[in-house]
């Protein structure tokens, strides 16, 4: 819902909404798109199907931690009965309902609601995507529309599909796709590569390195950032890092006994946009 909501609130302020992409704008980014007049790519950009995974307290849990529930992917489910319809020609309703009662049969971890709730939300993926581009200032014919959100929901079959411009544009159907230019994708690369310093989007989150040499340490990270030509806001988020001790368990001859470790402790003190 957040994609739909972000695009709505956009058009409340403007006439023309677009899109930059200077290299990845994966599933729900790539929902943002599709609400979008135009989306500008380079030959680096790149978008992804919106299928989502569910989890809900109906879903499997994780056998290597059971508080944990398993995601559910939309598309593997589909492509289950896609597979018993179209690939072993099984049409009627009686025995698609075998098919669906040998499958919950075979998978008891999955709850039948579970399976309620990837239908649910895969209505209303497809739902959200018709509405986004129906959204546009020029809006696309019905037929066009529904090639769109069937290959961006079913047909592109992995969530970890990849779809550049040229693709986008001539494959899916996708015209709002703009080709940049080599002055403009120029400066949409240098534009990305200041947020992703400011943002520290290539470093990978250490709390040892963090902390360093130091006892104890109070760190600020800049997670989101909105800019407009009169005002530039940013998402800060503020952790508390020390070093501390914890007693780990360990069995030795003499008996179970506790062996001090040293462990960097970490919370969050404080976020909000600023």
Same mark, same amino acid.
């Given at each position: 819902?957040?994609?739909w909501?972000?695009? &709505?609130?956009?058009?409340?302020?403007?006439?023309?909404f677009?899109?930059?992409?200077?290299?990845k704008?994966?599933?729900?980014a790539?929902?943002?798109?599709?609400?979008?007049?135009?989306?500008i790519?380079?030959?680096?950009?790149?978008?992804?199907?919106i299928?989502? &995974?569910?989890?809900?307290?109906?879903?499997?849990?994780?056998?290597?931690?059971?508080?944990?529930?398993?995601p559910?992917?939309?598309?593997?489910?589909?492509? #289950? #009965?896609?597979?018993?319809? *179209?690939?072993? $020609?099984?049409?009627?309703d009686?025995?698609?309902?075998?098919?669906?009662?040998?499958?919950?049969?075979?998978?008891?971890?999955?709850h039948p609601?579970?399976?309620?709730?990837?239908?649910?939300?895969?209505?209303?993926?497809?739902?959200?995507?018709?509405?986004?581009?129906?959204?546009?200032?020029?809006?696309?014919?019905?037929?066009?529309?529904?090639?769109?959100?069937?290959?961006?929901?079913?047909?592109?079959?992995?969530?970890?599909? #990849?779809?550049?411009?040229?693709?986008?544009r001539?494959?899916?159907?996708?015209?709002?796709?703009?080709?940049?230019?080599?002055?403009?994708?120029?400066?949409?690369?240098e534009?990305?590569?200041?947020?992703?310093?400011?943002?520290?989007?290539?470093?990978?989150? *250490?709390?040892?390195?963090?902390?360093? *040499?130091?006892?104890?340490i109070?760190?600020?990270? *800049?997670?989101?950032?909105?800019?407009?030509?009169?005002? &530039?806001?940013?998402?800060?988020?503020?952790?508390?890092?020390?070093? $501390?001790?914890?007693?780990?368990?360990?069995?030795?001859?003499?008996?179970?006994?506790?062996?001090?470790?040293e462990?960097?402790?970490?919370?969050?003190?404080?976020?909000?946009?600023?």
């Amino acid at each position: 819902m957040v994609p739909w909501r972000i695009v &709505s609130m956009i058009r409340e302020y403007c006439d023309k909404f677009s899109v930059l992409i200077p290299h990845k704008a994966h599933s729900a980014a790539t929902m943002i798109s599709l609400g979008a007049d135009e989306i500008i790519m380079t030959d680096l950009s790149e978008i992804s199907p919106i299928d989502p &995974s569910t989890a809900n307290v109906f879903n499997p849990q994780d056998p290597n931690n059971p508080q944990n529930r398993i995601p559910i992917s939309v598309e593997d489910v589909m492509a #289950f #009965f896609d597979l018993a319809k *179209n690939k072993f $020609g099984i049409k009627s309703d009686e025995d698609l309902t075998k098919i669906f009662n040998k499958f919950i049969e075979a998978n008891p971890q999955i709850h039948p609601l579970a399976l309620g709730n990837v239908n649910r939300t895969h209505n209303l993926i497809r739902q959200l995507a018709r509405r986004l581009l129906k959204s546009h200032n020029s809006p696309m014919e019905e037929d066009e529309i529904e090639q769109i959100v069937d290959y961006f929901t079913e047909k592109l079959y992995s969530h970890q599909y #990849f779809v550049g411009r040229k693709e986008a544009r001539e494959d899916l159907g996708l015209k709002t796709v703009v080709y940049a230019d080599d002055l403009l994708a120029k400066a949409i690369t240098e534009l990305y590569e200041e947020y992703a310093k400011d943002m520290e989007l290539g470093k990978n989150w *250490n709390p040892e390195i963090e902390l360093g *040499n130091n006892f104890q340490i109070r760190k600020d990270y *800049n997670l989101a950032q909105i800019e407009s030509t009169e005002e &530039s806001n940013h998402f800060e988020l503020s952790i508390d890092f020390k070093k $501390g001790q914890v007693n780990v368990p360990q069995q030795t001859p003499q008996g179970m006994i506790q062996i001090p470790q040293e462990q960097v402790m970490w919370k969050i003190v404080g976020q909000g946009w600023k």
